[in-house]
């Protein structure tokens, strides 16, 4: 059936000859690029070594935002390229990568490594080279002053403000009384203090403190340490001991009564909530960065994203339902990328000469509306400390499906300022 | 030309060479080159214990991580100067390499082996354990001005290449004549035949102990040097990655030369360098190159030519 559009008729013939007219204003329409040669931004990948998981996901992402970028024009008018460099998840390695980005591949800046030592290693290099290095890692150790000018984390909200952002809703909502279990290295250090200093500021109680040193594969003999009164078990294992301590966890309490239980999901990034042998986190909580399972009143620029990122409504590839993403982190690639093309805009990039100007322009950014480039949502970036912060969500495992409860404010993660690094020299 | 006459016309050739390269490489390779020279310090350590003496460790991490730590801690805690920060990394690695041999050295071969390998696993764990004094698995940073000696900023490249060369001359000529001299003579001595050698009346015990210091001293100043120069200390370098990477140098460069580790570090670094480039296997090229290696030329790049041709190489 032909409608009639505008009160005309068009035939069969007229509509191909339009269609094919489209298609080709289509393609006049795509960027024209100038002479001018490409931004290179490096990438440093954690493509081998621990960080794996996350690097392939990671890669995903960064191609997908640079096919966006570069099809609304490219930044100041040239298109980008990305050079992608595996640093194995080393921090010694992590370091000679930047290098070899920035000296041998010309790269404008290099972004993207979520691994803290691997960020921490390399920082040195990077602000001795004077390169802006942009970072994904949610460490705070961006903004307690640690690091140095040239780093930046515009991206992800760190883990301090994450851990005490939770802490209002759990203790409202879960209980009072709180054990932590938490493996006994840095990260895990990063949730037991923050996490332990916002429950005490919120009126609750941390009673009792499990680290698990890193080396254990079974987590029997700590169970019963969790106190018999405790309401809300708060747990951040990481690695492929994960499995083992949830499984263990449900054998533990059997079919009996047994406490709230609330961990952050990069427990179990990249693995399927509804694997065999996690059917005891049914009814549990999570912290998610970013929702993995589509929610019902997902945004447009959430859709899209997914769609550009190649991830389905649970939070797998769309072409092996298998290969969960690692979505509560990867979208920090994604807003990094869209940051540094405002960063660049902003004052207006051409060469490597104009590489102070670029962070000094990120260091002016503030407000980041949710938008196509800020796909998590609303942000809100410290010059000063030069790190973002953003909404956190909680979400209840149902049906073997993350599904939201709570989104955090932005004001609910902030911290008073440790370091002012617009005072620091580059 | 004699053989000595050779052998000093080589290294000082080679140290001239590196001396001049700064000059001619990229910025990349130059950077390259002095990560290459502290690597190789640890590395020819490393072979004063097993291509010299005979000691096969797997523990050596802990020593260069002990060294690392030893100069990174009193800056970062008590904000010390660098000189005597690298003093306290250098003696780090040397007493903790007598500690352990004190110990260790009650076993030989395979045992040696294992003991020296946990002694480092648990080095490292107490790292990670000590998260509040060390920085855990994080780490932390050598504060820039920490890195400054007479007026030199070790965080600049040209300072930095020199500081790393007069390091690794320094520790070349020290092995160098440490291996021709007559305790040298007795460390191979203990390599090749241990119960002859105490027939001879070297008690084995005190002169591998004695060899085992000295290896830690390398591993601890490296340690500490690659520390301040590149302005990082952590965790990972006390792993057992860092404790088979001297070995790997020492196998493929020859074990028992004293450029073998140099040439070794520089053909491994580069081999993972390019080869990372075209492949997420990298470590399995490197693998297979080094069996390649064991079944062709077991005694090294530089050992192999002194088999067969240059017998004064030392």
Not at chain 2, 85 to 93: D, K, M, Q
């Amino acid at each position: 059936m032909t409608k009639e559009l505008f009160g005309l008729t068009p035939s069969r013939r007229a509509i191909l000859k339009g269609a094919g007219a489209g298609l080709l204003t289509a393609g006049f329409a795509a960027p024209v690029w100038s002479q001018s040669a490409p931004i290179k931004l490096g990438f440093q990948l954690h493509r081998t070594g621990i960080g794996a998981a996350y690097g392939r996901w990671y890669e995903r992402t960064a191609q997908a935002a640079l096919k966006v970028v570069n099809d609304a024009g490219g930044i100041n008018g040239r298109p980008v390229e990305i050079v992608f460099e595996d640093d194995g998840t080393d921090p010694k390695r992590g370091a000679e990568v930047v290098e070899k980005l920035v000296s041998q591949a010309g790269c404008d800046l290099v972004f993207g490594p979520l691994f803290s030592h691997v960020v921490i290693g390399t920082a040195p290099r990077a602000a001795e080279l004077k390169v802006p290095y942009l970072v994904c890692s949610e460490g705070y150790h961006v903004a307690s002053g640690m690091l140095n000018r040239w780093t930046m984390q515009p991206g992800i909200t760190d883990v301090h403000a994450q851990v005490s952002s939770m802490a209002p809703w759990v203790l409202a909502n879960l209980g009072k009384k709180v054990t932590m279990v938490f493996p006994d290295y840095a990260f895990g250090h990063d949730h037991r203090d923050f996490f332990t200093a916002a429950v005490q500021a919120n009126g609750g109680e941390v009673i009792a403190q499990i680290a698990i040193p890193p080396t254990e594969t079974s987590f029997t003999r700590y169970l019963p340490q969790i106190p018999a009164d405790t309401e809300v078990l708060y747990h951040v294992m990481v690695g492929p001991a994960v499995l083992t301590f949830v499984k263990e966890l449900g054998e533990f309490y059997g079919s009996g009564p047994r406490p709230e239980i609330f961990g952050f999901i990069d427990s179990l990034e990249a693995v399927d909530t509804a694997s065999p042998g996690l059917e005891f986190l049914e009814g549990t909580h999570f912290w998610e960065g970013h929702n993995r399972v589509k929610q019902a009143d997902a945004s447009e620029h959430e859709t899209a994203y997914r769609a550009a990122v190649g991830v389905d409504d649970n939070g797998a590839s769309l072409s092996d339902a298998k290969d969960v993403a690692t979505y509560a982190h990867m979208f920090s690639v994604w807003e990094t990328l869209h940051v540094i093309k405002a960063g660049m805009e902003a004052s207006g990039y051409q060469s490597i000469a104009d590489r102070q100007k670029f962070v000094e322009a990120v260091e002016a950014m503030s407000d980041m509306p949710a938008s196509l480039a800020h796909v998590q949502g609303d942000k809100k970036f410290n010059g000063k400390t030069h790190q973002v912060f953003g909404h956190q969500f909680i979400s209840k495992v149902e049906g073997g499906k993350l599904m939201r409860v709570h989104t955090t404010s932005l004001e609910d993660g902030m911290y008073e300022d440790a370091v002012d690094y617009t005072s620091q020299s580059f | 030309m004699s053989a000595s006459a050779k052998s000093w016309a080589l290294h000082l050739g080679l140290i001239a060479v590196l001396f001049a390269a700064q000059f001619g490489l990229p910025s990349y390779h130059a950077t390259n080159v002095s990560r290459i020279m502290v690597l190789a310090v640890f590395a020819m350590g490393y072979n004063i214990a097993f291509g010299y003496t005979g000691l096969l460790s797997l523990g050596h991490a802990l020593f260069f991580a002990a060294g690392m730590y030893g100069m990174g801690l009193p800056i970062w805690t008590l904000s010390w100067a660098p000189i005597p920060a690298l003093i306290a990394g250098l003696v780090a690695g040397g007493a903790l390499a007598g500690l352990v041999g004190l110990l260790a050295l009650r076993t030989a071969g395979v045992s040696f082996m294992i003991v020296t390998l946990m002694f480092a696993q648990a080095g490292y764990l107490t790292l990670l354990y000590l998260n509040t004094h060390t920085g855990g698995d994080e780490g932390f940073v050598v504060d820039s001005a920490a890195r400054v000696i007479a007026g030199f900023d070790l965080s600049t490249d040209a300072p930095r290449y020199m500081a790393a060369l007069i390091l690794f001359a320094t520790a070349m000529l020290i092995c160098l004549w440490l291996v021709r001299s007559p305790f040298g003579r007795v460390m191979v001595a203990m390599r090749e035949n241990e119960q002859r050698s105490r027939m001879l009346g070297y008690n084995p015990f005190r002169v591998k102990l004695t060899a085992l210091v000295i290896s830690g001293l390398y591993a601890g100043i490296a340690g500490a040097a690659y520390g301040m120069l590149f302005g990082y200390v952590g965790a990972t370098f006390a792993t057992i990655q860092y404790s088979i990477l001297p070995m790997l140098y020492v196998l493929l460069g020859g074990a028992g030369t004293v450029i073998g580790p140099f040439l070794g570090a520089l053909l491994m670094f580069y081999l993972i360098d390019i080869t990372s480039g075209y492949t997420t296997a990298y470590l399995f090229v490197v693998g297979a190159a080094l069996v390649v290696l064991v079944l062709f030329a077991p005694k090294g790049i530089l050992g192999t030519i002194r088999e067969r041709g240059l017998k004064w190489l030392p």
